[in-house]
């Protein structure tokens, strides 16, 4: 605690000089409004500290993917499962569980299983068709659920004992096409078997893969580089 000098009378001294004045300390007041600042400032301290703590120790629900959800996928209850986060600012990014889910949502591209679920990756709609592909050949097993992939057509070769006809070659059907749903017999994945893809192909591309399943041929998956969206 600081105090104020107070003045005090002159004494004179010994050759008839007066002497300087001895300062005496005085308590401040509460009114000193040095001393209301201060008050102030600690005050907005102490509650900015504490803001500080509670925001950042705040949790809140949001939505995540129970399996992955690929593109056109309607978004319901069965589809999300909700955890509490601490986000802090960036919580408005992702789907919120403790408010009503939007209805005639639809996935705009893959969100993984246990992945937070982006409002940037929900819309209204995704022009995107489901298409089943069989294929005879042994597959990867990369491809799953939400694998990238394009569609590769590969005509017949007829051959006759008379002639023998140059190869066609290898057409491109659609390319970086989302994997929805693998359907195959058991072992069929890593080896020779029945395997049929159910794809999402644009809308644009619709008629040229339509018109290659139903052509002498043969449709061939390929992964492409990093093949997970």
């Known amino acids: 605690m600081t105090y104020a000098p107070a003045a005090s009378a002159p004494t004179v001294g010994s050759q008839g000089i007066p002497e300087p004045a001895a300062a005496r300390l005085r308590r401040p007041s509460w009114r000193d409004p040095r ?3 201060g008050v102030v400032i600690v005050a907005l301290s102490v509650a900015f500290g504490s803001w500080v703590v509670s925001a950042a120790s705040r949790t809140v629900p949001v939505f995540v993917a129970d399996g992955a959800l690929t593109p056109g996928e309607i978004l319901t209850a069965d589809v999300l499962r909700a ?14 569980a403790d408010e009503p889910l939007p209805t005639d949502l639809v996935a705009l591209r893959v969100v993984d299983d246990g992945e937070l679920v982006p409002l ?7 022009d995107v068709r489901s298409v089943a592909v069989p294929v005879a050949s042994g597959l990867s ?4 659920a939400g694998a990238v992939v394009d569609l590769w057509f590969v005509p017949d070769v007829p051959v006759t004992p008379e002639q023998v006809p140059d190869k066609p070659d290898p057409s491109t059907l659609a390319q970086n096409v989302v994997v929805e749903q693998v359907d195959a017999e058991d072992g069929a994945i890593v080896v020779d078997g029945t395997v049929t893809l159910h794809v999402l ?14 052509d002498a041929g043969t449709v061939a998956v ?3 580089a990093g093949g997970v969206r």
Not at 120 to 126: E, I, K, M, P, Q
Not at 141 to 144: A, K, L, Y
Not at 201 to 214: E, G, I, M, N, R
């Open 141 to 144: 097993d990369r491809i799953r």
């Open 83 to 96: 955890v509490d986060v601490r986000l802090g600012a960036g919580t408005g990014r992702y789907l919120r």
């Open 120 to 126: 940037t990756a929900l819309g209204a709609d995704a």
């Open 35 to 37: 001393l209301l600042t």
């Open 201 to 214: 192909v644009p809308a644009d591309s619709l008629p040229t893969v339509l018109a290659a399943l139903s």
């Open 222 to 224: 390929v992964p492409v």
